[in-house]
């Protein structure tokens, strides 16, 4: 397994820091994965959890990190968006992922130089 860390992270922006990780049980795209939710952010407000997995930013897919972090820097300070995101596990069907979408409200874009210690 190979596991990629960047040194900026829009995805503080919201709230959280993620992590690019490529399983190899799912070839071929790599995994955003929630790695710390910040108190009191809009990420914590909106229900992410460490260990989701993030897969679509308002319908769109997202492969990696790199794409994640231009819909952050391009989305409108207070817009609503879904993002869907995959759980570890569904207690209705063991052993396989829960899909869910979140809706997160992007922070006024004041907040965007406030990202605390990288």
Request: charged share 25%.
């Amino acid at each position: 397994a190979v596991i990629w860390c960047f040194i900026y992270n829009m995805a503080r922006f919201i709230g959280m820091d993620v992590i690019e990780y490529e399983r190899p049980d799912w070839p071929g795209s790599n995994n955003i994965i929630v790695s710390n939710v910040h108190e009191g952010s809009a990420a914590a407000n909106a229900g992410f959890a460490i260990g989701d997995i993030i897969r679509r930013w308002n319908e769109v897919p997202l492969s990696n990190r790199a794409e994640l972090d231009n819909c952050i820097a391009n989305a409108e300070e207070n817009q609503w968006i879904g993002v869907g995101i995959h759980r570890k596990e569904d207690p209705r069907a063991p052993g396989s992922p829960k899909a869910v979408t979140v809706e997160v409200r992007m922070p006024p874009r004041s907040q965007e130089n406030d990202l605390g210690e990288l």
